[in-house]
């Protein structure tokens, strides 16, 4: 079971984008996201060897998916607070 993904994250210029990887080999799967932007890179390894590091890397990724998830919403709610307009007039 394999997936790649690659994604752009700016709409029309500059270089933001994200690359997801999955691949399941016999007794390894190989699993990262690498994300660039403004000339910087980082790679979050998931890859693992043994169930229980699986176990782990998953654990991994659903705390960051869970942070990055009230990190949305946060942005949400202050886009709509009178802060936020007073800021960006």
């Not at 790679?43 to 990055?68: P, Q, R």
Request: net charge positive; with cysteine.
């Amino acid at each position: 079971m394999n997936y790649l993904s690659r994604l752009f994250l700016n709409k029309k210029e500059g270089m933001a984008a994200m690359q997801v990887s999955f691949e399941a080999s016999t007794h390894y799967v190989e699993s990262s996201v690498v994300i660039s932007d403004c000339n910087r890179q980082i790679n979050l390894d998931f890859s693992s060897s043994s169930a229980k590091m699986y176990k782990e890397k998953l654990g991994k990724l659903s705390t960051l998916i869970s942070e990055l998830g009230k990190l949305e919403s946060h942005m949400y709610d202050f886009q709509e607070s009178a802060e936020f307009k007073k800021m960006y007039k």
